[in-house]
């Protein structure tokens, strides 16, 4: 789930045709990163016309699912699954490349989730808040992340191995980070906000760890964003 709130003194309203252009616009498309995820002739106006919206989840050819909706004053909410938890032979691969130093595994583990894929759809989340405030000429008054229906996994990283010091699996079933007053006082930096969600993520899967441990991820996705 990833929710941005805009704040504007004097809002603009886009009708939905212009929605539509703005999300197109805004959204950072490349083989290794994409958000949101959308075929054109598939966005519908919403209720009231107040906003437009997406949804995949009736197409059973998508192994990502996803749903959308951008309002007429910027604000965006977003959902979609874990493509990868229904993936044999992807959980396979992520199983191999994951490597716990204390040699002690979670017979309780359901799946594991990609860290990589994660970090992406997270700081690419961000990007295009950003991206879409501009345009909306507003400044951020929320950014919300969350992850729910996890309790029971693991994460792990299908392109390199990765050592934790203990099988991560969470306990818990629903996480939610919100960005804070604190966080957006020097100006809305996606990289950063994306670096802070992903450590209280960790945390939630019991790996205490820092920003620091994704900065080459979080540098791909700005190079890519550089580009596209």
Not at 23 to 51: H, M, W
Not at 122 to 147: C, M, P, Q, Y
Request: hydrophobic content about 35%; glycine content about 6%.
């Amino acid at each position: 789930m990833f929710w941005c709130k805009p704040h504007a003194e004097r809002p603009v309203y886009y009708d939905l045709d212009e929605c539509t252009a703005i999300v197109e616009r805004c959204a950072l498309t490349s083989s290794a990163v994409t958000f949101p995820s959308f075929d054109v002739k598939f966005i519908q106006p919403g209720e009231l016309n107040g906003y437009i919206e997406y949804s995949n989840v009736e197409n059973d050819e998508e192994d990502t699912l996803v749903e959308w909706r951008c309002y007429r004053n910027g604000e965006f909410r977003y959902r979609s699954n874990f493509w990868e938890l229904g993936d044999a032979y992807t959980q396979q691969r992520i199983q191999q490349k994951t490597i716990y130093v204390s040699n002690v595994s979670d017979p309780k583990c359901l799946g594991l989730i990609n860290l990589v894929s994660l970090a992406y759809r997270i700081a690419a989340a961000h990007v295009f808040a950003e991206r879409l405030l501009r345009v909306f000429s507003a400044t951020v008054d929320e950014i919300k992340s969350g992850i729910d229906g996890v309790a029971g996994y693991g994460l792990g990283r299908i392109d390199e191995s990765q050592r934790f010091p203990r099988a991560p699996f969470a306990r818990g079933n629903d996480s939610v980070y919100c960005s804070t007053e604190q966080d957006l006082q020097h100006g809305f930096d996606p990289y950063v906000m994306a670096g802070e969600t992903l450590v209280a993520f960790c945390r939630h899967f019991y790996w205490e760890t820092s920003p620091a441990t994704f900065s080459d991820l979080l540098t791909d996705v700005r190079e890519l964003a550089e580009r596209f």
